[in-house]
Every structure is written in structure tokens, then in C-alpha cells.
Antibody, heavy 120, light 108 residues
Framework: EVQLVESGGGVVRPGGSLRLSCAAS????????MSWVRQAPGKGLEWVSG????????GYADSVKGRFTISRDNAKNSLYLQMNSLRAEDTALYHC?????????????WGKGTTVTVSS | SYVLTQPPSVSVAPGKTARITCGGN??????VHWYQQKPGQAPVLVIY???DRPSGIPERFSGSNSGNTATLTISRVEAGDEADYYC???????????FGTGTKVTVL
């Protein structure tokens, strides 16, 4: 079964850091680019960051650029999101998602998400 | 960055047809993907590349895209179709994906 399972969420104070992980199974991980997408409580989907199959190309939403770092370990079938200088507005459910397609990619597999709460 | 506008809500009676629009500047020149999200669940891809359906998605779900509007159509609506729906495109200027504002579909 193709599956993505996120972990690492929690409660953190403003200015703090967290590292999210996403464990992939059921497919050849290094054949795919990956993304992180978040959803603030009661709000819509917001793309956060993406990475290509080998980690050689990354991208970030303006809202997190300079504070978040995406990475992957293909030997461990894992995706990561290092989040620093966290703000209240980063509070959200964070999903990892598999990117597919030959251009203008879509996200065909999603994890259930891990919750990040930034609060003093 | 590129903006995608969806109606906040659409209501439809069981057995009828629901149409959810996604507006964007010259969106017809882009590929549009659609996701369904039920409460407490992860999003599910229901349409990709404007009108293709992933395996396991009922034929009742279809998509079209032209001009400044893309449309997700759900025929013979069922109670289980009640969910939030999001469109998504790739913004070439920023080189990243963009999601629409989302539409809540209510089955009456």
C-alpha cells in the first residue's frame, strides 16, 4: 500500500524550532518529488515547500522562505521539514504529499498530517 | 502570485449536478487539478490535467478548463460527495503550486 506518514508535530513557543518527518512506503521514493502543504485551522490548503527527486532543487512559499528548510534522505525513504523562527501564523496541520506528472505537477498521495501549534 | 478564486459554497440536492468553478487569469492555458477533502481527512486527488480521473474515482466526477474558468462537475450527487473541494495549478512565475480558495459542497 502506498503510504505517507508524518510525525514530529507539537506545541512550540514563538521563535522556537521543530523538525517534521514524513515516512514513505509502498513506492519507489526516489522516483518522485515531494511537497509539504499546510492547513491552518478552518482555512484552506497552502503549499509550503517542495523538493525534487534527488534533493537538488527546492522551493519555498514566501511566507516561510529563510525560516524553513526541506530535505530528504532517499536511503531512509524519508522527507523532512526543518522549521525555525516559528510564528503563531505557522500553526497548522502539515501534510506531506507526493508529486506526480510530467509537467505542472499534481499531488496524488497525501499523508494524514501532523499538527504544529505555535503558542506562548 | 497567481490567484485562483472559488465560490465559498455550493449546495445541491441528491441526484442532481454540482458545478464548482475555479477562476484565474487565462487559466485555460494551464493544467488544473482538483482535490476533495472530507472533514478530518487528507485531501484526495479527484481530477488531474483538467479532466483525467485517477483510478478509483467515480465517472461522476469530471473536469473542464477554458478561458478564465475551470470547472469540476459532479453528476448524480451523493451524500458522500459532501466535502471541501480545491483546485490547483502550477504558477510558472513563482515555479510553485497554487491552491484555490476552496469550495464547500453541501448535499441538501
Amino acid at each position: 500500500e502506498v503510504q505517507l506518514v508524518e510525525s514530529g508535530g507539537g506545541v512550540v513557543r514563538p521563535g522556537g524550532s521543530l523538525r517534521l518527518s514524513c515516512a514513505a512506503s509502498g513506492f519507489t521514493f526516489d522516483d518522485y518529488g515531494m511537497s509539504w502543504v499546510r492547513q491552518a485551522p478552518g482555512k484552506g490548503l497552502e503549499w509550503v515547500s517542495g523538493i525534487n527527486w534527488n534533493g537538488g532543487s527546492t522551493g519555498y512559499a514566501d511566507s516561510v522562505k529563510g525560516r524553513f528548510t526541506i530535505s530528504r534522505d532517499n536511503a531512509k525513504n524519508s522527507l523532512y521539514l526543518q522549521m525555525n523562527s516559528l510564528r503563531a501564523e505557522d500553526t497548522a496541520l502539515y501534510h506531506c504529499a507526493r508529486r506526480s506528472g510530467y509537467h505542472e505537477d499534481y499531488m496524488d498521495v497525501w499523508g494524514k498530517g501532523t499538527t504544529v501549534t505555535v503558542s506562548s | 502570485s497567481y490567484v485562483l478564486t472559488q465560490p465559498p459554497s455550493v449546495s445541491v440536492a441528491p441526484g442532481k449536478t454540482a458545478r464548482i468553478t475555479c477562476g484565474g487569469n487565462n487559466i485555460g492555458s494551464k493544467s488544473v487539478h482538483w482535490y476533495q477533502q472530507k472533514p478530518g481527512q487528507a485531501p484526495v486527488l479527484v481530477i488531474y490535467y483538467d479532466s483525467d480521473r485517477p483510478s478509483g474515482i467515480p465517472e461522476r466526477f469530471s473536469g473542464s478548463n477554458s478561458g478564465n474558468t475551470a470547472t469540476l462537475t459532479i453528476s448524480r450527487v451523493e451524500a458522500g460527495d459532501e466535502a471541501d473541494y480545491y483546485c490547483q495549478v502550477w504558477d510558472s512565475s513563482s515555479d510553485h503550486p497554487v491552491f484555490g480558495t476552496g469550495t464547500k459542497v453541501t448535499v441538501l
